[in-house]
């Protein structure tokens, strides 16, 4: 049941279903009046909400920073990989799709690569609504082993089905990998939040590694500042749900 209300909560609370919402009110208003109020208030919605500063700066202000390789242990146990970042319904299903957010996989594989972890553990189930495709856990371990990780050092959680469930489950299979203790949490920046509050609460303490940032470095261009941008409605999306799902993990009492 909160599965699917989080994806019903996803749609309601994108800006372009309030700006739909707006230009609706606007067509049906009978009172010039109110129908200027309703495009008024249409206009100002999509010119704050495509204005690539102002959403950037907002962005930057919740997004955990990056972490120098040189702040993490010289040989940490694991990286947790989280997922959210693969198509499982996209045909044909001989291959991986991924979509944004990927740099959470080649950080991961970075820090094995560099020697940084021992160990990747890739924690995911499916993320369809209406039936199980095969889990974004099975899709990553397929791209790492495909990159050359030993499929020994992979380990796969592939029931969790939110950011709670990942923590929950983590700590579960850990369980049959004693001395696996120093653990690093590969998401993506805007969701290091709450998915290090989650892990936290159910006793794991592991170290944060922001990938897959949203933002960009500020710039003093007139473009920055002025022009509208459709990518900054996408990242007004993306943090009003992050945002969103953090107080209600917090009403809840998963953080």
């Known amino acids: 049941m909160f599965f699917l209300l989080s994806k019903l909560l996803d749609v309601v609370l994108l800006p372009t279903v309030w700006l739909l919402a707006l230009l609706l009110g606007a067509l049906l208003a009978r009172q010039p009046r109110r129908q200027r109020r309703w495009l008024l208030a249409a206009a100002l919605l999509a010119l704050l909400s495509t204005n690539n500063a102002l959403v ?14 040189a702040a993490l242990p010289a040989h940490a146990d694991a990286a947790v990989l989280l997922t959210g970042i693969t198509d499982v319904d996209k045909s044909p299903h001989d291959r991986v799709y991924l979509s944004s957010g990927a740099d959470r996989l080649t950080n991961a594989l970075w820090l ?29 371990a397929t791209l790492l082993r495909l990159a050359g ?17 990942n923590a929950l489950f983590t700590k579960r299979l850990l369980a049959r990998y004693p001395g696996t203790d120093t653990l690093v949490l590969v998401t993506s920046a805007f969701h290091q939040r709450r998915a290090l509050g989650c892990f936290r609460k159910v006793g794991l303490q592991p170290i944060g590694f922001p990938a897959g940032f949203r ?7 007139p473009d920055y500042w002025l022009l509208p941008n459709g990518g900054a409605l996408e990242n007004l999306s993306v943090l009003i749900h992050e945002m969103t799902g953090w107080l209600t993990y917090k009403v809840l009492g998963y953080l």
Do not use: C, F
């Open 112 to 140: 094995y690569r560099a020697g940084r972890v021992r160990r990747i553990i890739v924690s995911g189930g499916s993320g369809a609504v209406l039936h199980k495709a095969h889990t974004e856990a099975a899709d990553l």
């Open 215 to 221: 933002s960009s470095d500020r710039r003093i261009t």
């Open 56 to 69: 950037n700066e907002l962005m930057l202000a919740w997004e955990k920073p990056p972490v120098p390789l």
């Open 149 to 165: 990780v030993p499929q020994a050092d992979i380990i796969q959680e592939d029931s969790s089905r939110n950011t709670r469930e």
